[in-house]
């Protein structure tokens, strides 16, 4: 079901953190370097490793467009590289000199969040490298944070317990405690559900820490309501502390890391174990989930990054049945539909579907006429909008009926990329369909909505490699 398809053993000490972008894995170590590995064949580059930091580098991270990584260090700094050639674009010197234990881009790449030791989080401008907002946490050290899908929202978690949300100002909204003993990692899905108020749009949070436990939150925001949190369940299967966890890409798992010395991943809609990985011989610190690719890696104490390979059809069928037709909108019920027009920026509509009791059958027989008529959906904008998606969906029905990774299909044309490109939003498109889509749109993300902060496509081998061994495998 999951396979174990490379060992890298290159740190000569703790491995702290791993992250991907959609072409290489970034790793960083108490042995203050960081090494970058080429993901078609995991080799490592070149320039690699990075150095420049005095003491252990605790986290590293890509920018959405994985031109860009960023590293920060007990030794107070946070340093920007490129990934083109490894040379250093800037070094950002925490206000204090405290140890910096974790950064994260936000999802447009305008930010740079840093936290640190003494309780400071700070929002570094990435394009001139000055600060721009600060932020402290009332009790202990900062250990995770991790921004909102849309950007409008940064979490952090503290040494303490407690988890923060701060608005993109960096002013906070909320603080509670989380976690007895400390809060170790935080990770947002980056798709958005359904919590039944149609004025909200939420995400789903996980957090980890010293209690052992991995627990999964509701995180909404709106400018007229405010901020909901809201605790949602715990997840089991850890007997030690937890040390790192993080969502899939498309959402549908979430992998954790403990100093149990193995690694679960849960199936997110179901909260079932999938998999137990006891392959580390000491504490796992670090796991990251690949953007594009059916890829998981994770780091330990062992000194080593095992990177791990997914059976998406071995992992359906370990999935129910009832779990299984999920997929298929038919078997929708209509808070899986409610969940769905809150992905597609249809929030408002809400309400009025689950007026009607519109499940995935009703979904799929909605017509233009029918919205207005039935549904008194008076706006024919907002109608066509609608019949647009329901067919979107049923496009995407298909694939999933032909057994395409939905990974493997751009998001613009609904079908199997044969050039796959990457945007500056992090996305990978059909390279025709995206370049007729900045040509003829605004320049915004067909996935986001925000502005494309550039135009530059950038060839997406590893993912145009994987689809031609699905292709392969698929054929035969």
Not at 85 to 100: D, F, H, R, W, Y
Not at 453 to 473: D, F, G, H, Q, Y
Request: hydrophobic share 35%; net charge negative; charged share 20%.
């Amino acid at each position: 079901m999951v396979k174990l398809v490379h060992t890298l053993a290159d740190h000569g000490d703790d491995v702290n953190c791993c992250a991907f972008s959609f072409s290489l894995l970034a790793t960083c170590s108490l042995d203050k370097t960081i090494r970058l590995y080429s993901l078609s064949d995991f080799t490592e580059l070149p320039y690699s490793p990075l150095k420049f930091h005095t003491y252990a580098v605790h986290c590293c991270c890509f920018s959405p467009s994985g031109h860009v990584l960023a590293s920060c260090s007990t030794d107070g700094t946070t340093v920007l590289w490129n990934t083109q050639n490894g040379q250093t674009l800037a070094i950002l010197e925490q206000p204090g000199g405290s140890p910096v234990r974790v950064c994260r881009f936000s999802p447009d790449s305008s930010c740079l969040a840093s936290g640190a030791a003494d309780g400071t989080v700070v929002l570094w401008n990435a394009q001139s490298y000055k600060v721009y907002r600060c932020g402290n946490v009332k009790d202990g050290s900062l250990a995770a944070c991790a921004f909102s899908p849309n950007g409008k929202l940064l979490v952090t978690g503290s040494s303490c317990g407690d988890v923060t949300v701060w608005d993109d100002k960096m002013r906070c909204l909320h603080s509670e405690k989380a976690h007895d003993l400390g809060i170790t990692c935080c990770d947002f899905s980056s798709q958005p559900i359904s919590d039944g108020d149609q004025d909200f749009q939420c995400f789903r949070l996980a957090s980890c820490g010293q209690d052992c436990q991995v627990k999964i939150w509701v995180v909404s925001f709106t400018h007229i309501l405010g901020l909901k949190l809201k605790y949602k369940s715990t997840l089991s299967g850890h007997c030690a502390p937890v040390l790192a966890c993080a969502f899939s890409h498309d959402g549908q798992m979430l992998v954790s890391g403990s100093v149990d010395k193995s690694v679960i991943i849960y199936d997110t809609n179901t909260q079932n174990v999938l998999h137990t990985l006891t392959q580390h011989t000491r504490y796992v610190t670090t796991c990251a989930f690949a953007p594009s690719t059916l890829l998981l890696a994770t780091g330990s104490m062992d000194k080593t990054v095992n990177i791990w390979q997914f059976d998406m059809e071995t992992i359906s069928q370990a999935r129910n049945t009832e779990d299984q037709q999920k997929q298929f909108t038919e078997y929708w019920s209509e808070e899986d539909v409610s969940m769905w027009l809150c992905a597609q920026g249809l929030q408002d509509l809400v309400g009025t579907f689950k007026m009607n009791n519109i499940d995935g059958k009703e979904l799929l027989n909605l017509t233009k006429e029918s919205l207005a008529d039935d549904l008194k959906i008076e706006s024919l904008g907002l109608r066509s909008k609608v019949v647009r998606k329901i067919e979107e969906l049923k496009t995407k029905m298909n694939s999933l009926s032909s057994g395409i990774p939905d990974e493997f299909v751009c998001p613009i044309t609904r079908e199997l990329m044969k050039d796959p490109v990457i945007a500056s939003d992090g996305y990978s498109y059909e390279k025709e369909a995206i370049e007729n889509w900045i040509s003829k749109k605004k320049r915004t993300s067909p996935m986001t909505n925000l502005v494309l902060t550039s135009v530059v496509l950038t060839p997406n081998r590893t993912l145009k490699m994987a689809i031609n061994r699905w292709l392969e495998t698929h054929q035969k």
